[in-house]
């Protein structure tokens, strides 16, 4: 069975999906569904991106099973290291994903992040952290959207242009296959052409230099999102020769 290994609940604090409507809606489509709530120690703004594990075991174990996993998704920031590594220690997670959500303490999400700074310097400076927290984080399973960038930046044109980026990515690539981290193939963004096309050559140079091995995850927010676009995704990996997992028990199995 194919799994959505990254989705996010009540429990994230951008989110007001309701497991009962993710699971019902994953069952709709055909998956499994892994919950992958949102852990952003020292956020800058007003949400508060962390949540209570201990709470988040005793109301979502009961549903976990075999098409419902548990997890988390860690942004990765070398001051909040040590801490967040203490998080994932809490609870026995099936998933720990790690995200670049922040650059240098400040939200990419938002416009004004982007203001007075080149696409080039911003997306460099994208990529150095990602490999850099890579490796950091040695308690990761998963890396998440690595387009992740393009989704919100406002330049004219935001794709992630593999032969633009390519010394950048290839870093990426390297310190995931360094750490034994798999490679998230994020659906969001899979009903662009323009966005397909760029990714790609990014999963095609992740099969050259040795990687075999995605996730599929969605990043649903609400339950209609839930495994969105999911044949592309089995499309591209089929062709790339790419095998789709996920986590159980921190242990990677096939889909």
Same mark, same amino acid.
């Given at each position: +069975?194919?799994?959505?290994?990254?989705?996010?609940?009540?429990?994230?604090?951008?989110?007001?999906?309701?497991? =009962?409507?993710?699971?019902?809606?994953?069952? *709709?489509?055909?998956?499994?569904?892994?919950?992958?709530?949102? #852990?952003?120690?020292?956020?800058?703004?007003?949400?508060?991106?962390?949540?209570?594990?201990?709470?988040?075991?005793?109301?979502?174990?009961? #549903?976990? !099973?075999?098409?419902?996993? &548990? !997890?988390?998704?860690? !942004? +990765?920031? *070398?001051?909040?290291?040590?801490?967040?590594?203490?998080?994932?220690?809490?609870?026995?997670?099936?998933?720990?994903?790690?995200?670049?959500? &922040?650059?240098?303490? =400040?939200?990419?999400?938002?416009?004004?992040?982007?203001?007075?700074?080149?696409?080039?310097?911003?997306?460099?400076?994208?990529?150095?952290? +990602?490999?850099?927290? #890579?490796?950091?984080?040695?308690?990761?399973?998963?890396?998440?959207?690595?387009?992740?960038?393009?989704?919100?930046?406002?330049?004219?044109?935001?794709?992630?242009?593999?032969?633009?980026?390519?010394?950048?990515?290839?870093?990426?690539?390297?310190?995931?296959?360094?750490?034994?981290?798999? &490679?998230?193939?994020?659906?969001?963004?899979?009903?662009?052409?323009?966005?397909?096309?760029? &990714?790609?050559?990014?999963?095609?140079?992740?099969?050259?230099?040795?990687?075999?091995?995605?996730?599929?995850?969605?990043?649903?927010?609400?339950?209609?999102?839930?495994?969105?676009?999911?044949?592309?995704?089995? *499309?591209?990996?089929? *062709?790339?020769?790419?095998?789709?997992?996920?986590?159980?028990?921190?242990? +990677?199995?096939?889909?």
């Amino acid at each position: +069975m194919l799994f959505d290994s990254h989705s996010h609940t009540v429990f994230s604090a951008d989110s007001e999906m309701r497991a =009962e409507d993710a699971m019902q809606k994953a069952r *709709e489509r055909g998956t499994g569904i892994v919950f992958t709530e949102h #852990l952003d120690l020292d956020y800058p703004g007003d949400l508060d991106f962390t949540f209570d594990p201990q709470a988040y075991w005793r109301t979502y174990e009961p #549903l976990r !099973g075999e098409t419902v996993r &548990l !997890g988390v998704e860690i !942004g +990765m920031w *070398e001051q909040t290291r040590e801490r967040s590594a203490a998080f994932v220690r809490e609870v026995p997670f099936d998933l720990v994903i790690g995200a670049i959500h &922040l650059l240098d303490g =400040e939200d990419i999400y938002y416009p004004d992040f982007y203001a007075g700074k080149q696409k080039n310097e911003v997306y460099h400076r994208y990529y150095e952290q +990602m490999a850099a927290n #890579l490796r950091r984080h040695d308690f990761v399973d998963v890396l998440a959207h690595i387009d992740y960038i393009a989704r919100y930046a406002p330049y004219a044109d935001p794709e992630i242009a593999y032969g633009d980026f390519r010394e950048d990515i290839d870093a990426v690539l390297q310190a995931a296959l360094e750490t034994d981290t798999v &490679l998230e193939l994020n659906t969001r963004r899979l009903d662009s052409r323009r966005a397909l096309k760029e &990714l790609v050559p990014v999963y095609q140079r992740y099969r050259e230099l040795g990687g075999r091995y995605v996730t599929l995850g969605s990043d649903a927010h609400t339950a209609e999102a839930v495994a969105c676009h999911f044949a592309a995704a089995r *499309e591209l990996t089929e *062709e790339l020769g790419l095998k789709i997992v996920t986590f159980c028990n921190r242990q +990677m199995e096939s889909c």
